[in-house]
Each structure stands twice: as structure tokens, then as C-alpha cells.
């Protein structure tokens, strides 16, 4: 099929039901705990769960809002929504209430899936909605526990105007109808992907049915070669594009198997998981890989093909540093975005440069242009240069719900403005340096944090860090809040902290170096396990 796609066209068939096309029913698609599903078991619960939808009045572009843990109803879900012609929509089951019903007003959601105890919690906001068709609920289990056990329905939402029920009444329900399914164009709407929120709410990135598949099929299989045996585990949760991408839609696009577990994705549970499912395929995140190589140093990788990394930056030291003890060279580092749906430039199996983020992937154009540049026609800057990159694919959004000027500033026809800075060297390769946002001004003089934190990560004493702007007596100043390895925990002090600032102002421009260092003990993480900066800000207002 290449990167081109005919008019009548589906996710629910590219992604899951062609796979049966192929001969593949029998073949475990998903695995949880020691339960296995095939893909003729997915195909039949998605498809059902489609013709309920249907039956109850869910139109095509309509949306579904999915929010679960990582268990099998989260993926029946996601294909009995595409089976109707819905729209798909994802949150974090563990996001604070307000959050989670400001989404469901915010995208009009019909249908909303999730655990009881959510569901429970949010009964009233739930009752005063009018356009609810139905809350369909899932049990709340840990990995290898039963994920279609009966579920009750909370009293809170007895009497409710809309269906209350089971997920597995929903799909018993369809699976005793005999309705056709939609017909899809390839640019009907798909989903609504949510950027990270940080800058304010977040916003979705409206996708159609091309979307998922050109990048599916330019960088999961042209780029890091996902194959047909290939078992996957994932640090990210499933409703983060990153993970719905790596660890479900890539796997499915070639007939390979998905583990999932349900628990939070912690060490042990990372390493759990590692241990049962004997993964070929890791979708993992800078934080991981250095908790691990504290945590989990006799981890055995032995299976694994390569891990991905994404959503923050990776050390080149901590890669160094995780190689070297596990013994591997297979980590590839990325980026990607919510408004692209997944990853435009990557290293690659033998095309490694640690400390980039590779090189552009084969059909994205990449770009990197003045911070105040107003269109992708701007003059391109030199090797070297910091500016902000621009990228241009057929994975690109149609824009933001309910944001037109966001919309005009972000998206400009095949291009998207991603607000990232970045250097290009002149192999191509592409150098984070932070968001143009995080940007601030000391000493009349532009820097990015990126830069400092990178730096300090170098030091030996530090585990992780992150530099924000502080107010000292009316000047912007850099503060560091410093995370410490084991080995040096204890030694906290001014001696520490001037060390670490020799460190700096011995490595880069002077006026960059942290007039404050604070340690923590952990830096604060929003729900795509990137460091959360608003909330640093926040603390230190």
C-alpha cells in the first residue's frame, strides 16, 4: 500500500480486521497475564461493540472518550469505536475529576468508557450531561485477573437518562445484531489526540483515518521495522499517542502481539512484566531507563529487539551509562507530537548519533527556522543554529477543536509549527534544546533550561534534574531543583551545590549557570511522564 490510501478507507480494517484477510485469527494478538487473546477474539468483542453503538444512535464522527487502564477492554473499546465510524478519544483514569469532565464537555463525548469508581465519582457532573448516550463500565483488575468480570452499576447512576451498563453487556448485546458497518473516506475523522497541557487545558489535535496509517507504515515499518513476531510492553500508558501507537497500532498493522499490564508503570512492574511477557519490542521514556538501571540493575534484556524513547530528551550520558551495564546498543531515540500523531525523526537500527534525535523520517520534511519566522516559506538557518523546527507529513492535523487562533499560529497547510527549539547538524541530524516557551532571559540574554539540565545530568552526583525561571529581587534567575543519585544522597549542602555550579560555568556560557539549586526527591510528572514545569512553576510562585 506505500503512503497512499484509497478513498474508501478504515482504521478498523487497516489496523485489526485485515489481519484476518491475512489468515492471522488464531494468532495471540494481546497478551495479560496468562490470558491471551486472539485476533479473531478482539475482532468479534470490537465488532460487537460496534453494532451497539450503532443500535443506540452513536453517528460517525461522533465521540468516544476511553478512559482506562492498560487491560484488553481499552483495545475492543478503541475498535468497536472505529467499527461504528466514531471518534476516538483517550484520558488517564488517574486525572483529577475536574480534568476528566472538563474533556467530556469539551469534545461533546456521547459515549463515555471507564472503571466504576470514575464513573461513580463523576455521577453528577454525568447526570446533568444531555448529550450522553451511554457510560459503559469495565472492571478495575490487575494484570491476569479476569477483565470481563460482571460489573455493577454504581447507585449513583441509577435512574440515569442515558444506558448504564457493563462493557461486556454492551458487547453481548451487539454481538445478537446484524447491522452494517460504515462506510469510512480515508479523511473522515479518526481521533482526537490530546497534547500535554503545558501551557493550560489540552488541547486536541483533530486526526483522520490517513493519519495513523502513513505513519504506521513510513516509521513503524520503513523506520524501526516492527515484524510479525514481535511482542511489545510499554512504559507509557495506551491513552498517550505514544504508547497507542507503539504498543497497539504498530503491533496490529503486522500481525504481531501486544502485552499489556495494568498497574502503574513502576520498576517492579516494569520489570514484571519484562520478566513474563519476554518482550522483543520496549516503549520506554528517559526517567525508566535511568530508574532502572538504579532500581532494577540484574533486569534481563536479553529478548529485546530495541527499545523506543521519547516525550523528553535522553541524556547521551544516561544512554552511555545504559548500554554499557546492559550491554546494548538499540535504544532509539525520537520525537513526535500529538499534532503529527507519532514520531517524524528517529535514530534507527545502525544509524545511531547519541544525544540527537536522528534524522527525519521518510516522508516528513523537516525544517529549522527563525523563532519569529510566519510560515514554512521563511529562509531556512545554517547548520548549528537554534531555531524552531517546522515539519511537514501526511500525518498532520487538521487543527485544534475549538481553537481557531491556536490553529492559525500551529498549523500552516502541510505544515505544522511544533514550537520546539532545535539545531540540525550537517548530516542531518536533529538537537533538542527545549520548548520556545521555556526560553528565558538572564542577564539580557536568551537561554534555554534544556542546556543547563543537560549539563548537570553530566555530573555524577545528579540523577535527574529541571531548571526553571526564578524571581530574585526583580531579576530572572535559573534555578536548578536537583534529583541525586544513591551514591551521593547524604551529601546535600553548599559544598554540593557549588561544586555542581562549577560544573556548569566550566561547560557552557556563564550567565547560564543555577544562582539556586534546591534538592528533591522527585521531579513532578504530568500524565505523559514528562517532567511537569507548570507544576514546578506553580510551587514556586
Not at 443506540?56 to 475498535?79: A, C, H, K, N, T
Not at 515539519?391 to 487538521?398: E, I, P, Q, R, T
Request: with cysteine; hydrophobic share 40%.
Amino acid at each position: 500500500m506505500g503512503t497512499r490510501f484509497p478513498d474508501q478507507f478504515s482504521l478498523a480494517d487497516y489496523f485489526l480486521y485485515d489481519r484476518l484477510n491475512e489468515g492471522l485469527g488464531d494468532k495471540p494478538a494481546m497478551l495479560f497475564g496468562e490470558r491471551r487473546y486472539s485476533y479473531q477474539q478482539i475482532t468479534d468483542k470490537s465488532r460487537a461493540l460496534g453494532r451497539y453503538l450503532q443500535s443506540i444512535g452513536v453517528r460517525q464522527e461522533e465521540r468516544v472518550y476511553i478512559v482506562l487502564p492498560d487491560m484488553p477492554p481499552f483495545v475492543w473499546s478503541i475498535f468497536g469505536t472505529w467499527s461504528a465510524g466514531a471518534v476516538l478519544a483517550m484520558g488517564n483514569p488517574s486525572s483529577p475529576l475536574d480534568d476528566l469532565d472538563y474533556v467530556i464537555n469539551y469534545t461533546g463525548a456521547s459515549i463515555l468508557i471507564t472503571l466504576p469508581a470514575v464513573a461513580e465519582a463523576l455521577a453528577p457532573q454525568l447526570l446533568a450531561n444531555s448529550r450522553l448516550r451511554a457510560v459503559l463500565l469495565a472492571p478495575d483488575v490487575a494484570t491476569g485477573d479476569d477483565p470481563e468480570q460482571a460489573t455493577s452499576i454504581p447507585a449513583s447512576l441509577q435512574g440515569a437518562t442515558f444506558d448504564v451498563l457493563s462493557l461486556s453487556d454492551a458487547i453481548t448485546h451487539g454481538s445478537q445484531l446484524d447491522l452494517p458497518a460504515p462506510q469510512l473516506h480515508r479523511d473522515d475523522m479518526a481521533c482526537w489526540l490530546f497534547t500535554s497541557g503545558s501551557t493550560g487545558r489540552p488541547k486536541a489535535a483533530m486526526h483522520t483515518q490517513r493519519d495513523f496509517a502513513f505513519n504506521t507504515e513510513v516509521y513503524a515499518k520503513g523506520t524501526v521495522g516492527y515484524q510479525r513476531d514481535d511482542i511489545t510492553v510499554s512504559v507509557p500508558r495506551l491513552f498517550f499517542g505514544y504508547a497507542t501507537g507503539t504498543n497497539l497500532l504498530f503491533p496490529f498493522s503486522v500481525g504481531a502481539t501486544t502485552a499489556l499490564f495494568s498497574e502503574a508503570p513502576r520498576p517492579d512492574s516494569l520489570a514484571s512484566a519484562i520478566e513474563m511477557y519476554r518482550p522483543t519490542i520496549i516503549t520506554n521514556v528517559p526517567t525508566m531507563l535511568g530508574k532502572l538501571l538504579v532500581e532494577k540493575p540484574d533486569l534481563n534484556l536479553s529478548s529485546v529487539r530495541f527499545q523506543l524513547s521519547a516525550g523528553e530528551a535522553l541524556p547521551p550520558t544516561l544512554l552511555e551509562k545504559f548500554n554499557e551495564h546492559f550491554g546494548c546498543d538499540n535504544i532509539y531515540d525520537g520525537i513526535g507530537s500529538a499534532e503529527m500523531f507519532h514520531i517524524y525523526c528517529s535514530n534507527r537500527p545502525g544509524d545511531i548519533k547519541p544525544g540527537s534525535l536522528g534524522r527525519s523520517v521518510e516522508g516528513y520534511q523537516l525544517k529549522i527556522l527563525p523563532s519569529d519566522a510566519s510560515g514554512p516559506g521563511a529562509e531556512e538557518l545554517p547548520p548549528g543554529e537554534t531555531g524552531v523546527l517546522w515539519v511537514k507529513g501526511d500525518s498532520v492535523a487538521l487543527g485544534y477543536h475549538k481553537d481557531r487562533d491556536k490553529s492559525w499560529r500551529t498549523f500552516h497547510g502541510h505544515w505544522c509549527c511544533t514550537g520546539d527549539l532545535f539545531s540540525k547538524d550537517k548530516d542531518g541530524y536533529l538537537w533538542f534544546s527545549g520548548r520556545a516557551d521555556d526560553l528565558m532571559k538572564v542577564n539580557g540574554r536568551w537561554m534555554a533550561p534544556q542546556e543547563v539540565e543537560d549539563c548537570l545530568l553530566q555530573h555524577a552526583a545528579v540523577a535527574a534534574c529541571a531548571v526553571i525561571p526564578k524571581d530574585v529581587d526583580g531579576l530572572t534567575k535559573p534555578k536548578a531543583l536537583v534529583v541525586l543519585m544513591d551514591a551521593h544522597k547524604g551529601r546535600e549542602g553548599d559544598e554540593l551545590i557549588e561544586e555542581l555550579q562549577q560544573h556548569v560555568l566550566n561547560s557552557i556560557a556563564k550567565h547560564k549557570y543555577p544562582r539556586l539549586i534546591e534538592f528533591v526527591a522527585d521531579l513532578p510528572k504530568n500524565d505523559r511522564g514528562k517532567v511537569d514545569r507548570k507544576a514546578l512553576m506553580e510551587r514556586e510562585s
